[in-house]
């Protein structure tokens, strides 16, 4: 069964520093959003893509965060410089349907950020 | 934009009783209303949703119902057993290209 991919699965890192999350769709999906799940709440929408373009970063702190996803498929999360209330876990999700209305979304087992 | 609450945080319930989480919703335009389950420290999974045009939605053992004049929508579990035990998440979307907002979540723990 396919999955969305995520790495690194953990990552440690002091502040300051700068990190990067990757993450490969299931093949074909159209939609693309990283979610970042503090302890003990919701996934909270860091950006939403449709293809490779930005439908919905509002959410997203631009000073220090970044994401691309250039070819349409795979995408990279960004944060530089990290600060310790990064500390998280990033949840990479995917759905199969482009368009307006992309129904089930199917998370990566995610990428846990420990900033000291 | 949309704001979901979830009651309540965390459920105890003995095995073979129901359990009952709620969600209100903000937006009047929400119309697609699925609830995730996250065991711990795996990732969230769908097990059940219900679009707007519809009150009630049944799957085995689980069933959602909607009702959006008060912008409400529960997540029902009958005949638990420990394997429910876990975080469920409700969340809402808009229509379009809206995004999916997730509630606080609710930790279920079910005692054999």
């Known amino acids: 069964e396919a999955e969305v991919a995520q790495s690194p699965r953990y990552k440690i890192t002091e502040k300051s520093q700068a990190v990067a999350f990757w993450c490969d769709p299931i093949?074909?999906?159209?939609?693309l959003y990283w979610y970042r799940q503090i302890l003990g709440q919701g996934p909270e929408l860091l950006v939403q893509f449709q293809d490779e373009s930005v439908v919905d970063d509002s959410q997203l702190p631009k000073d220090r965060f970044s994401a691309e996803r250039l070819k349409g498929v795979d995408s990279t999360l960004k944060i530089q410089p990290a600060e310790l209330g990064d500390s998280a876990m990033y949840l990479c999700?995917?759905?199969?349907?482009?368009?307006?209305?992309?129904?089930?979304?199917?998370f990566g087992e995610g990428s846990r950020l420990t900033v000291l | 934009g949309e704001n979901v609450e979830q009651h309540p945080s965390t459920l105890s319930v003995q095995e073979g009783d129901s359990a009952v989480i709620k969600c209100t919703y903000s937006d009047s335009a929400s119309n697609y209303f699925p609830w995730y389950k996250q065991e711990l420290g795996k990732r969230p999974q769908l097990i059940i949703d219900i679009r707007s045009n519809v009150g009630e939605k049944k799957d085995q053992r689980i069933a959602v119902t909607l009702n959006k004049t008060a912008k409400h929508f529960s997540l029902h579990i009958t005949e638990t057993q420990p394997e429910d035990s876990a975080v469920y998440f409700c969340?809402?979307?808009?229509?379009?290209?809206?995004?999916?907002?997730f509630g606080k979540g609710t930790m279920l723990l079910v005692s054999p």
């Open positions: 093949s074909g999906h159209a939609t």
């Open positions: 969340a809402a979307r808009g229509p379009g290209y809206s995004t999916l907002t």
């Open positions: 999700a995917s759905s199969p349907k482009a368009g307006a209305f992309t129904g089930e979304l199917f």
